[in-house]
């Protein structure tokens, strides 16, 4: 069963700030999962990626698979980007990617104006 | 193409009530899973199904709570005699039937038990 790691858990920054969000899991992935969920919101999928790197505006996502980690990166991060960012992997690993998810605890972040 | 729609958003019932969440997976899945986040706690598995099949139960408690996927209609997570600790937001998510693929979700249930 493949557990996940988040750090940091909290963390206020003030506009404009790059910001970075870690993620760790103990068992090899298909794909990894970045979501996005704003106070009292749904779950928005921000990336799923399973090498190198992804970017979508100001976001940017890396994996290392050998080290089993992946990185969020926010660039000019901004008051709006204010939310948790939840790190997900497959639940066991088999391969085929239909497999349920697990969680990170989440980064609750807060952007200061 | 609609998301991934899940009703109601908000569900009030009494201790000892039966609850019934519904999600209706995007065009074109036929594979949803449901997630539980408490209070203050993250998001946990609780079942993933595929058209009338259950194909992993293992995140679900196995008194009260129930989930099924017709082959008409939206899946249903069914939870009877409902307690104070099943207060929570449920998540349906949705995938097409190919590995590797993005998650798509609803915009959840939040289920209150007064």
């Known amino acids: 069963k493949n557990e996940v790691e988040q750090s940091p858990q909290n963390l206020t920054a003030q506009e404009g700030e790059f910001i970075t969000i870690n993620c760790s899991y103990s068992?090899?992935?298909?794909?990894l999962h970045w979501l996005q969920q704003h106070p009292g919101g749904g779950i928005v999928s921000l990336f799923m990626?399973?090498?190198g790197k992804k970017k979508h505006g100001r976001l940017i996502a890396t994996i290392n698979i050998q080290e089993k980690h992946s990185s969020l990166h926010i660039t000019a991060s901004h008051p709006r980007d204010s939310a948790v960012y939840i790190c997900?992997?497959?639940?066991?690993?088999?391969?085929?990617?239909?497999?349920?998810?697990?969680f990170g605890k989440g980064t609750h972040l807060i952007i200061q104006p | 193409n609609a998301g991934v729609m899940q009703n109601p958003r908000h569900l009030v019932r009494r201790r000892g009530q039966e609850a019934r969440l519904r999600c209706s997976p995007m065009?074109?899945?036929?594979?949803v899973y449901w997630y539980r986040q408490l209070p203050e706690e993250g998001l946990k598995f609780m079942v993933y199904?595929?058209?009338?099949?259950?194909?992993?139960e293992s995140g679900m408690p196995k008194e009260r709570f129930s989930a099924e996927f017709p082959k008409e209609g939206p899946s249903i997570l069914r939870i009877q005699q409902v307690v104070r600790g099943d207060s929570a937001a449920y998540f349906c998510?949705?995938?097409?039937?190919?590995?590797?693929?993005?998650?798509?979700f609803g915009q959840g249930t939040r289920l209150t038990v007064v």
């Open positions: 998510a949705s995938s097409p039937d190919r590995p590797n693929t993005e998650a798509f």
């Open positions: 068992v090899g992935i298909s794909a």
């Open positions: 990626l399973s090498s």
């Open positions: 997900a992997v497959p639940l066991i690993y088999s391969g085929g990617g239909a497999d349920g998810l697990t």
């Open positions: 065009k074109g899945h036929s594979h």
């Open positions: 199904l595929q058209k009338e099949n259950i194909i992993d």
